[in-house]
C-alpha cells in the first residue's frame, strides 16, 4: 500500500512537470514580440509589414538576372509601386538593384525571390538615393545584406527634403509606408568603378556621379549582359549625363563592344533595342564632350557656350526640356576640371 502511494505522487508530480514545460512552451511561442530578431518561431513566419495588394512578377532577363517592373505614374499611384528593381540569383548569393518605394513592396519581392531561391540576399547596391528607390531597403537590411550606393547619396541623406519627403510619404502611401519605415543609410559609398563576383558571375559597378540625382550608379552582370541603370538611361530619351563623364563615355563604348542583351532602366519595360538605347547615350555624350570642350579652349561661359550649340538632332527627345541644359553643365564643368 505504501509503494502504491509512493507511485501515484510521483506520477502526479510527473505529469505536473510535464504540463508546465506544454504550457510554458505554448505561451513562449505564442507571445515571443515580434521584434525579437533571434525568435525561431514560427511567428517570424508573420510579416510585420502591411500586405500590398498589386501585381509584381520576376521578369527574366538573363540566365541569372531578372527584375519587376512598377507601373507608370505619379509617386503614389500603385500602392507606390511605380519603379523597377532587379535581382540577379547566384549560386552564393541574391544581388537586388535598388529597393523599390515601401517596405511592403520590398518585402513582397522577397517573397518572390524566395519562390525562387532560398539563398541569402548578400547586396542590395542602390543606383540613386531617392524615394521610390530606397525605403524597401529596412527590409533588405533585415536579411543581413550589405547596402552599396554611390558617392553623394549623402546630399540628399542629411537634406531636408528627405525627412519632409518621409513624412508625406508616411501620410500618402499609409499603412504601406509608416511610423516604422525609415532611411538605411549605406554601409559602403563608392567613388569609383567596382568589380567583384558572386557564385562564379561577375558584375561592375560603374560610379557615374551627379546625374539624375546627386549620385548615381549602374550595374552591368557581365556573364549575362544584363545592364541595370536606374534613371540615367531610359531607350529613346534624352539620358542623364552625370559629371563624371570621361569614363562614363569609355564605359558606354566598352558596352557597345560587349553587346549588351538587355537594357533594364528605373521605371517603365525593358529597353526593346538595348544597343541602340546605349549608343544614342554614347553618341550624345561624345557630342555634348566636343562642344562644351571647345568653349572651354575658347574660354566661353557656359550661357554663352550653351547658345552656341545646335542641339537640333536631339531637341525633339523625350527629356530634353528636362534634362538637356543640365547634362551640358555638368558636362562643362567636368571638363574644366579635366583641363586643369
Known sequence: MKLKNSRSVFTLFAAMVISSVVIGSYFTTKFIPLSDANAKTSVTEVSKYAEVDIEM????????????????????????????????????????????????????????????????????????????????????????????????????????????????RQFSLEPWVNENTFIVKPDTVLDATQKFTLGKVNFTIDVIGKAHSDGDLTLFVENDRVLYTGDIIFEGRVPFAGSNT???????????????????????????????????????????????????????????????????????????????????FQVYLSLEEESM
Request: zero cysteines; hydrophobic letters at 40%.
Open 57 to 168: 512578377e520576376l521578369v527574366k532577363v538573363g540566365e541569372h538576372s531578372w527584375y519587376v517592373q512598377g507601373q507608370a505614374g505619379i509617386a503614389t499611384d500603385n500602392a507606390g509601386f511605380i519603379s523597377n528593381a532587379g535581382v540577379i540569383i547566384t549560386d552564393a548569393g541574391v544581388v537586388i538593384f535598388d529597393a523599390l518605394g515601401t517596405p511592403s513592396l520590398a518585402d513582397k519581392l522577397l517573397k518572390k525571390i524566395r519562390e525562387k531561391t532560398d539563398k541569402p540576399i548578400v547586396k542590395v547596391i542602390v543606383s540613386h538615393y531617392h524615394a521610390d528607390h530606397i525605403y524597401g531597403l529596412q527590409v533588405f537590411k533585415e536579411q543581413g545584406a550589405e547596402i552599396i550606393a554611390p558617392i553623394g547619396v549623402y546630399e540628399y541623406i542629411d537634406s531636408e527634403v528627405s525627412s519632409s519627403r518621409l513624412e508625406e
Open 246 to 328: 570621361k569614363l562614363w563615355l569609355e564605359t558606354l563604348q566598352n558596352m557597345e563592344i560587349q553587346q549588351v542583351k538587355a537594357l533594364v532602366p528605373g521605371h517603365g519595360p525593358a529597353a526593346e533595342n538595348p544597343q541602340q538605347a546605349i549608343t544614342l547615350t554614347r553618341e550624345y555624350l561624345a557630342f555634348m564632350r566636343e562642344k562644351m570642350g571647345e568653349a572651354i579652349e575658347e574660354m566661353l561661359d557656359f550661357d554663352e557656350a550653351y547658345k552656341n550649340v545646335d542641339w537640333s538632332k536631339y531637341e525633339k527627345l523625350p527629356a530634353f526640356e528636362a534634362a538637356n541644359r543640365r547634362n551640358a
